[in-house]
């Protein structure tokens, strides 16, 4: 790795403020845009993520950006498993800061998950809830008592990690590197004696972690590893740990946030904790983790009934129906991340506009794929973003493939 001694800091503060002004006026006539060709606010009763009707038109549609992965948000256990947890409790949820009164169904859930990813497991209201609770603590150095890390920012991390850089910024350096810029971060680790590497696992716009790199300097430096691997778990691992967790053994330097509500198929989200003492501080100290909005009781019983469709060999069956279904797109319509495993396919057609009547025009032919645009991917990268699941038919596929090959057949 080459060495790099100016490490420039990232833009926090107002200025990074002034920037988020502009990029929202850049943006703005886009989305406007999208909304014109009825894109965004569609209202609709759905059937199966195959089947989505809007009811004043009677418009039927296939979502192709649904992060459903396996399908398992319509699976009928799942779904009972829900009902159960209601009928059991008698209520939605008890309303209370978790740090002081658990219901019996959420520890349950706690241990259950804790077992099948082997790691500690806290749950929280959503991966931004837990985000905003667990990162400003690494920064502060409060989570392993030895003062502050300089924490690096992917570019291309979710937002809901960079929208913490500013609270991280009253407790430490705060940078951002690009993606998946190895040689940078080891700069960055050479210069500072405590570092903390803020990513994805598998990325929201598609592609992954260098995760090998990444486990290299962990060993080399003693860098801690801040990973929100949502979009992998349950698809990746004998159990669905996820891209992440399926490669490494826990550690006190590792957190990986995982949402319950993609391949899961249930909702709210999970931190994947390296050890015991690690969760007792956290449960008590982060904040938005431990206040009385929490997993609703509904949604710990899908999760309950969704972790023991884990433990059989149905998430073996659906992850090969969805790696089946990956490499039959591939085929069809090949991306540059085609080949990589992962559900997540990006279909670049350059300017915005172009995107989002690419977007309008499939949707009308009864596939509605999101149009993805600056900021949400670099200007001139504008496209619609795919996501794979194992519910949806290689005749769907097909004919979704027929449409994009026409429709871009002159780019």
């Known amino acids: 790795m080459t060495t790099n001694t100016d490490v420039p800091q990232s833009i926090v503060g107002p200025r990074r403020y002034r920037n988020g002004e502009k990029m929202i006026r850049t943006a703005d006539p886009v989305w406007q845009a999208a909304a014109d060709h009825g894109l965004i606010g569609i209202h609709v009763d759905a059937e199966s993520n195959n089947r989505l009707v809007v009811r004043e038109t009677g ?8 992060c459903a992965y396996l399908g398992l948000n319509y699976h009928p256990a799942v779904i009972e498993g829900a009902m159960d947890a209601l009928r059991e409790a008698g209520t939605t949820w008890l309303v209370v800061s ?3 009164i658990r219901h019996n169904l959420l520890a349950r859930l706690e241990e259950e998950l804790g077992e099948l990813f082997g790691a500690h497991i806290l749950p929280g209201a959503s991966c931004s809830a837990l985000t905003a609770g667990i990162l400003p603590l690494i920064a502060s150095g409060h989570l392993d008592g030895g003062g502050p890390r300089v924490m690096v920012f992917d570019r291309f991390c979710h937002f809901c990690m960079s929208y913490v850089k500013p609270i991280c910024a009253d407790e430490t350096t705060v940078l951002t590197c690009d993606h998946n810029d190895l040689n940078y971060l080891e700069d960055v680790c050479r210069k500072y004696p405590r570092v903390a590497y803020v990513a994805d696992g598998a990325y929201s716009m598609g592609g992954a972690a260098a995760l090998d790199g990444l486990l290299e300097l962990q060993d080399r430096y003693g860098l801690m590893l801040y990973i929100d691997d949502s979009h992998s778990l349950s698809i990746i691992g004998e159990r669905g740990e996820g891209f992440v967790r399926s490669r490494l053994t826990m550690n006190p330097l590792t957190v990986i946030v995982s949402s319950l509500g993609k391949g899961f198929g249930t909702g ?13 501080f956290l449960a008590r100290h982060a904040g938005p983790v431990g206040w009385s909005q ?18 059989s060999p149905e998430l073996g069956e659906l992850q090969r129906r969805l790696q089946s279904n990956v490499d039959y797109f591939d085929q069809l319509l090949p991306t540059s991340f085609a080949g990589n495993g992962l559900p997540v396919r990006r279909i670049t057609v350059g300017e915005s506009e172009r995107a989002v009547q690419l977007s309008a025009e499939l949707y009308r032919r009864g596939f509605y794929s999101s149009a993805v645009f600056f900021p949400i991917v670099p200007k001139g990268e504008a496209g619609i973003r795919i996501m794979i699941r194992a519910d949806i038919e290689r005749e769907q596929l097909a004919e979704f493939a027929g449409h994009v090959q026409e429709l871009t057949a002159d780019h």
């Open 59 to 66: 418009h039927e549609f296939v979502n192709m950006c649904s």
């Open 98 to 100: 978790t740090t002081r």
């Open 268 to 280: 709210g989200g999970i931190a994947m904790l390296g050890s015991a003492e690690m969760h007792r």
């Open 294 to 311: 929490n997993m609703a009781v509904p949604l710990v019983g899908a999760s309950l009934a969704s972790a023991a469709i884990h433990r």
